[in-house]
């Protein structure tokens, strides 16, 4: 395949404007004060694959948001590739702790990134990134270098938990058969230090509601006489680790299957500077489960942690009362051979055990997903790792993510497909927080690397 890189040179401004209006876009599906916004932006993706040269488009009604489902097929002989995406974004919350309004992008050059990055929500997850395969597609259109038959399936749940797409896949196998699924919705370990993700961490995501008397209580009249709710939820929070950080739930560790000392140990050959890593997060330690490394905290261990918690008055001022209610978010990241629903029940069934007899607990399971693993000897990681070494000049390092992309498995399950993770954005791109950013320097390599893996994985599947 001829280089990207003249047509790139020629583009690339526009390609980086086109991306800041999808950004300007508050696609929140996590909101319904955005329903407006989350479906036109559909119709913006919409829009750009049929100027990419797809030459059938469309936008599938769900029961929720909508999905761009986009094809080319030029040889039903050729192989298939599958890409898959999504358009909607994370809550910008908390507001006042960005730069600049996270829905109106700017580009502003910083340490890690001295071309420039692209300061807004959904920068990087998943805009961004989603955007780098449109623009891989048109150029391979446009020099008439498609190699094979390319599918787009760009969903607007994935920020609060796929639902619609699980019922989507499961009515569409023969629309979205392929023989390759790629995903870009990862990162890499450093612009020199290519890396592809083998593993994603799967995922049970709770709420839990403590109540106490039935309503809020003067604090002088009644404390110390009745449960406070906020009180007990803190205990039973903080009751859920040991002092070695372990999880305290009865089964929850039954089927972790850990990783070998030469498995480990491969891991450790990954660049890591733990100074730069405190120094980025701006804390004084690391902290974590007994007898693990950082970087294996962060992937290949199972973790419980607290996302929200509320209760009683928060406003300024004092009011001294007794809550009824207070009420908690928790996720927990599990690892392969954990079952999200049976992490679920486990999580329920003790947390409603350990509730002492003055309060009553409810649990409420929200979404969740498996874990997954990419083995690297598949042809699909091959052509992978053949492409980033067209375009980066090194061999790309096999790493797992911490992070969870919970159809990935359903992608396996119900479409019998292995799925390829290219991801370009870098750990400090600030996904999910204020000040979200992608680097230009990685949009466009996003943009020159695609290509090359539609064409070794071409050449290998003869």
């Excluded at 508050?26 to 040269?53: F, H, Q």
């Excluded at 890396?195 to 049970?204: A, E, K, N, Q, V």
């Excluded at 004084?284 to 008055?313: A, F, M, Q």
């Excluded at 947390?351 to 042809?379: M, N, R, W």
């Amino acid at each position: 395949m001829k280089s990207v890189l003249p047509y790139l040179d020629q583009h690339k401004n526009r390609f980086i404007n086109e991306l800041i209006e999808l950004l300007k876009i508050p696609s929140i599906s996590a909101d319904s004060n955005y329903k407006n916004d989350v479906i036109r932006t559909a119709d913006v993706v919409k829009e750009s694959l049929i100027a990419a040269g797809c030459d059938k488009v469309e936008i599938c009604e769900t029961p929720g948001y909508p999905i761009v489902y986009g094809e080319k097929i030029i040889d039903p002989n050729l192989p298939t590739v599958l890409v898959y995406g999504h358009y909607d974004v994370q809550p910008p919350d908390p507001i006042d702790l960005w730069d600049s309004p996270p829905f109106e992008p700017v580009i502003k050059k910083t340490e890690l990134h001295p071309e420039g990055a692209i300061f807004a929500r959904g920068s990087c997850d998943d805009k961004g990134q989603m955007y780098m395969h449109v623009k891989a597609m048109e150029y391979m259109t446009s020099t008439n270098q498609l190699p094979c038959n390319v599918k787009f399936m760009i969903e607007g749940e994935e920020e609060i938990g796929s639902e619609s797409l699980g019922w989507f896949v499961e009515r569409n196998q023969e629309k979205l058969s392929n023989d390759i699924i790629l995903i870009s919705d990862t990162g890499m370990i450093a612009p020199d230090v290519p890396s592809i993700t083998t593993g994603l961490r799967g995922l049970s995501y709770v709420e839990v509601e403590v109540t106490g008397p039935n309503r809020d209580l003067h604090s002088g009249l009644y404390g110390g006489a009745v449960a406070n709710p906020i009180n007990v939820l803190t205990k039973m929070i903080a009751s859920l680790h040991d002092e070695d950080n372990h999880i305290t739930i009865p089964g929850f560790y039954d089927k972790v299957d850990g990783l070998s000392a030469e498995e480990r140990a491969k891991m450790g050959e990954a660049p890591f500077s733990l100074e730069n890593y405190k120094k980025a997060l701006d804390i004084h330690s690391v902290y974590g489960e007994k007898g693990y490394t950082t970087n294996e905290r962060n992937s290949i261990r199972p973790t419980l942690d607290v996302n929200g918690i509320w209760g009683g008055y928060i406003g300024e001022g004092a009011k001294t009362v007794i809550a009824s209610k207070a009420s908690a978010k928790i996720s927990m990241r599990l690892v392969p051979n954990q079952d999200w629903e049976e992490i679920t029940k486990l999580f329920k069934n003790h947390f409603e055990s350990i509730a002492p007899e003055a309060v009553t607990v409810k649990v409420t399971p929200h979404h969740g997903g498996q874990a997954y693993v990419t083995p690297i000897d598949c042809l699909g990681y091959k052509a992978a790792e053949k492409a980033y070494e067209e375009t980066f000049g090194k061999t790309p390092i096999p790493q797992r993510s911490g992070g969870s992309i919970p159809i990935v498995a359903l992608f396996e399950k119900e479409l019998k497909s292995k799925t390829i993770l290219m991801g370009f954005g870098l750990d400090s791109d600030a996904i999910h927080s204020p000040n979200e950013h992608f680097g230009i320097w990685n949009y466009l390599k996003g943009i020159e690397t695609i290509p090359q893996f539609f064409h070794y994985f071409t050449e290998m599947s003869k």
